[in-house]
C-alpha cells in the first residue's frame, strides 16, 4: 500500500490493517 492511499480508510480499518500486519510479520519472524 502506498503512502497517501490509506487516507480515505477508517481508523477501524487502519487498526485491524495494523494487527493484521503484526501477526503476519510474527508468524514470518519464527
Same mark, same amino acid.
Do not use: D, F, Q, R
Given at each position: 500500500?502506498?503512502?497517501?492511499?490509506?487516507?480515505?480508510?477508517?481508523? @477501524?480499518?487502519?487498526?485491524?490493517?495494523? +494487527?493484521? @500486519?503484526?501477526?503476519?510479520? +510474527?508468524?514470518?519472524?519464527?
Amino acid at each position: 500500500m502506498k503512502g497517501g492511499e490509506h487516507m480515505w480508510l477508517k481508523p @477501524e480499518y487502519e487498526i485491524i490493517n495494523t +494487527s493484521c @500486519e503484526v501477526t503476519m510479520y +510474527s508468524y514470518i519472524a519464527k
